[in-house]
């Protein structure tokens, strides 16, 4: 597995809980190539459009959905509903455990970000930031 930095896309709604501490465990129906202690950069999408928090990779677990939502209800921050919903077909999940959440001091927006990286585009799942890489130097420059 890589220890890369990844950018993930959220809704200003789990923004905001992960932020809090209420959501320590993100979810997916992909598994991202990461390991243990990677970066997790995350851009809160639109209206707010933009990369405001980062926070880093403790555990990954690919598992059925049920084990899923069995092992990790409490911390998802999203309904029985709407888990279902978002897993409808699916036999795995992914859970990205995640801890030492940090707000950066100045949140990049995305017309920030396109300034930096041309034709930027969100990501739909998750993006690898390369270490060379202009954004994620931008990026660490926002660590407090």
Same mark, same amino acid.
């Given at each position: 597995?890589?220890?890369?930095?990844?950018?993930?896309?959220?809704?200003?709604? @789990?923004?905001?809980?992960?932020?809090?501490?209420?959501?320590?465990?993100?979810?997916?129906?992909?598994? &991202?190539?990461?390991?243990?202690?990677?970066?997790?950069?995350? @851009?809160?999408?639109?209206?707010?459009?933009?990369?405001?928090?980062?926070?880093?990779?403790?555990?990954?677990?690919?598992?059925?959905?049920?084990?899923?939502?069995?092992?990790?209800?409490?911390?998802?921050?999203?309904?029985? &509903?709407?888990?279902?919903?978002? #897993?409808?077909?699916?036999?795995?999940?992914?859970?990205?455990?995640?801890?030492?959440?940090?707000?950066?001091?100045?949140?990049?927006?995305?017309?920030?970000?396109?300034?930096?990286?041309?034709?930027?585009?969100?990501?739909?799942?998750?993006?690898?930031?390369?270490?060379?890489?202009?954004?994620?130097?931008?990026?660490? #420059?926002?660590?407090?």
């Amino acid at each position: 597995m890589d220890k890369a930095d990844i950018l993930i896309s959220v809704q200003k709604r @789990y923004f905001e809980s992960i932020v809090s501490g209420k959501k320590s465990v993100e979810l997916r129906r992909r598994a &991202p190539k990461i390991s243990h202690g990677s970066r997790i950069w995350l @851009y809160c999408k639109s209206p707010i459009a933009t990369v405001a928090a980062v926070c880093k990779l403790q555990r990954i677990e690919t598992l059925p959905i049920e084990e899923i939502w069995e092992r990790h209800w409490h911390s998802l921050a999203i309904s029985k &509903p709407e888990f279902d919903e978002y #897993l409808c077909g699916r036999e795995s999940a992914t859970a990205l455990v995640i801890q030492d959440v940090e707000l950066l001091r100045n949140p990049l927006h995305l017309d920030a970000i396109r300034s930096i990286k041309i034709n930027f585009q969100p990501p739909q799942f998750f993006m690898h930031l390369r270490d060379d890489c202009a954004l994620t130097d931008r990026l660490k #420059l926002e660590l407090a």
